[in-house]
């Protein structure tokens, strides 16, 4: 057995550090909670085969992780007695008119072939969207993805944490420091990658959520993920309680205090797709999302004993839990499912 340590215990670190820990080597994951950390901002919308994203490896990666998701669940909260939150309601992705509907659709409907997880696909018209999502507005049509799912991102880092402890992980709260590493050392310090210095270079875009409640005498529960039009997306966090996001801004800030015009951008936007409904704050979420070259994740060796996992953007949660399980089985020799020639791009 091996000696790893890892630095960041965000979804990525944790992910690493569980599945090296259940493997049996002996791991020590240093995290400072940093605000900002994307993990702890998240929507959590397992989706991936709507997104119109190209990159066939990126699109490998977060589809692999999509289909890991459930059997993954089920054992973390088995071992943990945690609950993660998951849920698999599917996935309302709205179009602006009946012509981009059908173009939609084909897309959406054609990458099922390869991925029989995504369930059932059907358009949804105007006049049905309400019995679907009774808040949500009837202006535009939709397609259904049966397989869409979501995660609670801080929950399921408590699962993580809790999974990685109950394998024999030891996990310290505090910042780590280079010289402190033993056996071979694992960065998956998420935005602040700066100051490792590494290549790629990792950037990050400050995104932020806004948190709400509607206050109605109709309740929902259980509704659809909604992937509005353009960025925009609607995930329910409980009933009748809501979450809207996201805004990009690439900075060199680490800042995560919410901007007042964002906050006034995203409750307009919750306006416009609840436009019947009565909105209370909860509160605005920001998260410094990183991102390398090509806005693919890497994920691969940097020096002799140093290995980096970063870069994993927008879509890290999906992709996180099959990556950790995928990187343990690739340190120990393995036969992987990913290639990590694909993502180990220097
Ligand atoms: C608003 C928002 C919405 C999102 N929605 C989705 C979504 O719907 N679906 C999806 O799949 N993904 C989504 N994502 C993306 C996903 O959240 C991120 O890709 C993922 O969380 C990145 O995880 P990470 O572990 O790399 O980084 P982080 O979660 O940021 O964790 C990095 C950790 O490393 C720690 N750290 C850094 N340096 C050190 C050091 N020197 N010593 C100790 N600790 C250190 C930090 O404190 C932090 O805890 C969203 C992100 C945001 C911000």
């Given amino acids: 057995m091996s000696t790893y340590t890892i630095a960041g215990g965000g979804i990525a670190g944790a992910s690493i550090g569980y599945h090296l820990a259940k ?58 007695g945690v609950s ?27 990458k099922k072939e390869n991925a029989p997880e995504m369930g059932e696909v059907y358009k949804v018209q105007r006049e049905d969207v309400k019995k679907m999502h009774p808040h949500l507005t009837d202006l535009y049509p939709g397609v259904y993805v ?9 929950n399921l880092l ?15 709260n505090q910042d780590f420091e280079h010289k402190k590493a033993e056996g071979l050392l694992i960065y998956a310090s998420g935005a602040w990658a700066i100051e490792q210095g590494y290549q790629p270079e990792i950037r990050h875009q400050r995104s932020e959520v806004f948190h709400f409640e509607v206050e109605e005498a109709v309740k929902t529960a259980d509704t659809p993920v909604v ?63 990183p991102f390398a070259r090509d806005y693919m994740p890497y994920i691969g060796y940097v020096e002799k004993n140093v290995f980096v996992a970063n870069g994993l953007g927008s879509t890290g949660l999906t992709a996180s839990p099959v990556l950790g399980r995928e990187v343990a089985k690739f340190l120990n020799g393995e036969e992987t499912e990913l290639n990590f020639d694909d993502y180990s791009y220097l």
Wanted: charged fraction near 20%; proline fraction near 3%; include cysteine.
């Fill in 23 to 80: 493997a049996g080597h002996t791991v020590t994951l240093y995290d400072r909670a940093d605000t900002g950390q994307a993990t702890a901002a998240s929507a959590g919308i397992i989706c991936p085969w709507v997104s119109q994203k190209r990159n066939k490896n990126w699109y490998r990666l977060v589809t692999a992780g999509a289909r890991y998701y459930p059997e993954f669940v089920e054992t973390i909260e088995a071992e943990t």
């Fill in 84 to 110: 993660t939150g998951y849920k698999r309601e599917g996935a309302l992705c709205l179009f602006k008119d009946d012509v981009v509907l059908e173009k939609g659709f084909n897309r959406i409907h054609s």
């Fill in 146 to 154: 049966e397989g869409g799912g979501q995660i609670e991102g801080a």
């Fill in 158 to 172: 408590k699962a993580l944490k809790a999974g990685f402890l109950h394998h024999g992980g030891q996990w310290i």
């Fill in 227 to 289: 992937m509005a039009l353009g960025p925009i997306y609607l995930v329910e966090l409980g009933t009748n309680k809501y979450a809207i996001g996201t805004t990009h801004v690439e900075t060199e800030s680490f800042s995560a205090e919410p901007s007042q015009e964002n906050y006034e951008y995203l409750k307009g936007l919750a306006q416009r797709y609840f436009p019947d409904s009565q909105i209370r704050d909860i509160n605005m979420m920001v998260g410094l999302k």
